[in-house]
């Protein structure tokens, strides 16, 4: 019997502030191809999440000293499981995916609109693993930045 142990992708991964397209890096818009809708984009001090209707680009900075960065393309098609937890001002997005293998996002210092988009999102991504397709009223949602409370 053998065992694989998995490096999880979650530990550098605490976004803080989600941001507008238009302040895309341009390295991360090669990611994201024009057939795509891209929803929402968020940042930690030195990495970038951006989730489009079809899958998450995760951009992590590994050493600090160096430029180095890995890159994870995720499609949603490829995750079997997933969660969102909310706290006080964080919430935590967790899946699974098809190889087993754990991926966490946690999102902290977040205001009540920021949780409304971060759900959002979530029902979007949940649609899709689940077969269907996002509802158009919820990327127009996210793309236009309209998340207010109702």
């Known amino acids: ?56 680009v995760l951009f992590d900075h ?6 180095y960065k890995q890159i994870y393309t995720i499609p949603y098609t490829s995750i079997s499981m997933l969660s969102i937890t909310f ?6 997005l967790n899946f699974y995916l098809e190889c087993g293998m754990p991926l966490k996002l946690r999102f902290i210092d977040m205001e009540p609109r920021d ?9 979007c991504i949940n649609r899709v693993v689940n077969g269907q397709e996002c509802l158009e009223n919820d990327i127009d949602r996210l793309k236009n930045d309209e998340v207010g409370i109702a």
């Open 1 to 56: 019997m053998s065992y694989v142990k998995f490096k999880e992708v979650t530990k550098h991964f605490d976004f803080s502030k989600a941001f507008h397209r238009e302040e895309l890096p341009g390295y991360i818009k090669h990611y994201v191809p024009e057939d795509e809708n891209l929803l929402v984009a968020y940042k930690t001090s030195r990495d970038h999440g951006v989730f489009t209707d079809q899958k998450m």
């Open 62 to 67: 590994v050493n600090a000293r160096e430029s």
């Open 87 to 92: 706290g006080d001002r964080s919430a935590e």
């Open 115 to 123: 949780k409304v988009r971060l759900r959002l999102l979530y029902t």
